[in-house]
């Protein structure tokens, strides 16, 4: 710390700074944007133990119910949830291929 100045002064010193090279546009240090949402999984193969779970799985994710989930799970291969952040549908692959589901994450 310089001789003479307090934390404080030298606080102060740097909002300045900081104030004068962003302008009034003191939002772009607190903006938080969104990750695209532009991803979706698809379910190409489910084994018969993975059913159940995934039954669940489709009745939440689409709103729908049991004999709906039933007709969507009958029609395989099938689009599960779209409009999801690249993570967030990782995720959901990771969980579906722990249940030895064959399932793919791709734009749409």
């Known amino acids: 710390m ?3 100045k307090s934390r404080n002064d030298i606080w102060i010193t740097l909002i300045r700074r900081v104030r004068e090279a962003l302008g ?3 939002t ?6 969104e990750p695209s949402a532009e ?3 698809f379910v190409d ?5 993975a059913v159940g779970e995934l ?17 969507k799970l009958k029609a395989c291969p099938f689009h599960l949830l779209g409009g999801l952040s ?9 969980r579906l291929h722990r249940e030895r589901v064959t ?6």
């Open 2 to 4: 310089p001789r003479g």
């Open 24 to 26: 009034d546009d003191w």
């Open 28 to 33: 772009v240090l607190v903006r938080w944007e």
């Open 39 to 41: 991803w979706a999984v």
């Open 45 to 49: 193969e489910v084994p018969l133990t």
């Open 55 to 71: 039954l669940a799985l489709i009745r939440t994710a689409a709103g729908c119910t049991q004999v709906e989930a039933e007709a």
């Open 86 to 94: 690249r993570g967030r549908a990782e995720e959901l692959a990771s």
């Open 103 to 108: 399932a793919r994450v791709a734009k749409g």
